[in-house]
């Protein structure tokens, strides 16, 4: 049998997993700042973590599974200042928001979920002890600062070195540092902001150290497992090695992982470009029945190293793979019982999942399962499939349900269909369709030029 290999980021390559305690596996992933809803690229990579906490548990680990949430932070400030709302009201709608989005999305809820806000001392603790080493200093405008040349080890996981970082990015100089590099790990209070009174006056912690702060809390100063999104291998993830290994001078984390991008177009999906769909806006579009495991099968089914585009007709092909799946189930009802590893479309399965999460190669495995199901109208064939697929969070649904799915109206063929009887003067019957579009808690929005944009109430 295969073991598990996982692509390392700090040595880029893959490697077999080697838990610290045998048989346990500690992960840590980042989780979101919590001022708006997630969008599908968000949800993406927390649809992978999702994936590898159940493929571990799967394979016999017990997980330890630790995702934080980031209660304050700018954003979360200026979003709540608008809004007129105090930050912790507006943190608690937040927050159930997300989970509300990862429970339709079908998510594993973390073993832990630590707040910022809840675990000010231990980041106070960590900032005293990088203090005492040498590694932090008051800068003259009362923020704390983390210095970077003083840390050996800067840059090895996103394999940059300072010079090159001084020269290549236009890192601006602020007065308070000593280095442009430098970063802050304590934020001096400011009028109208929340603060904790600390050694260093009263104040608020900075991104990077919450996250050294709570891992180390919940899984100790060396674990096994940390993830995120590609994009917060630098600065986010180094400045995390350089506070919790110059904290503890031992190792912070065995293997990186990091989740590619989903793109619009050839973009990064993101709040601040503009080009995204929120979760819930997507679901909301989807069958209700069928939805959250049809968006979270096109999350997975590409590699989770590489880049996905976000397309309607993607997202319908991964509903029409799934339903194939489904239907397989439905004509022949699938016998319960654990996986036979022993078969040999297990065998493949398990062993595309231990290589790095190959879920392309597995979900591959799956569909000939369903053609040997077809063929065969075997029920333990059949339970195999349903087995496997649950393995990692798929076909647990009854497939009659599932198939019948949600939605009985064609929305779009009804607006389609309003328009032309609009344009035909077909006043009654465009009315008609707008009232029973309505009554099923459809809003139409006619947009200048003639098109007409629909959402749920
Ligand atoms: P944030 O709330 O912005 O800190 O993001 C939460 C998580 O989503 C982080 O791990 C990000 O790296 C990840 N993320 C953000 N945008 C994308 C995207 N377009 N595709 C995949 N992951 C993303
Ligand atoms: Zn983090």
Known sequence: MSPLVIYNTLTRRKETFVPLVPGRAGIYVCGPTVYDFIHVGNARTFAVFDLVVRWLRASGYEVTYVRNIT??????????????????????????????????????????????????????ELIERLESKGLAYRGANGDVFFSVHDFPGYGKLSRKNLADLRAGERVAVEAAKRDPLDFVLWKAAKPGEPSWPSAFGAGRPGWHIECSAMSGRELGATFDIHGGGWDLQFPHHENEIAQSEGANAEPFVNYWMHAAFLNMGDEKMSKSLGNFFTAREVLDRLDPVQGGEQLRFFLLRGHYRSELAFTPELLEDAGNALRGLYTALREVPAARSPVDWSHPIAARFRDAMNDDFDTPVAFAALHELRAEVNRTRSGALSGLLRALGGTIGFLQRDPEAFLKGGVTLDVDALVAERSAAKKAKDYARADAIRAQLDASGIVLEDKPGGATEWRKK
Do not use: H, Q, S, W
């Open 71 to 124: 209660d304050v932070d700018d954003k979360i400030l200026d979003r709540a200042r608008e809004r007129g709302e105090p930050i912790g009201a507006f943190t608690e709608r937040t927050v159930a928001a997300f989970v509300e989005d990862c429970e339709r999305l079908n998510l594993l809820a973390p073993d832990r979920e630590p707040r910022a806000t809840r675990y000010i001392g231990p980041m106070l």
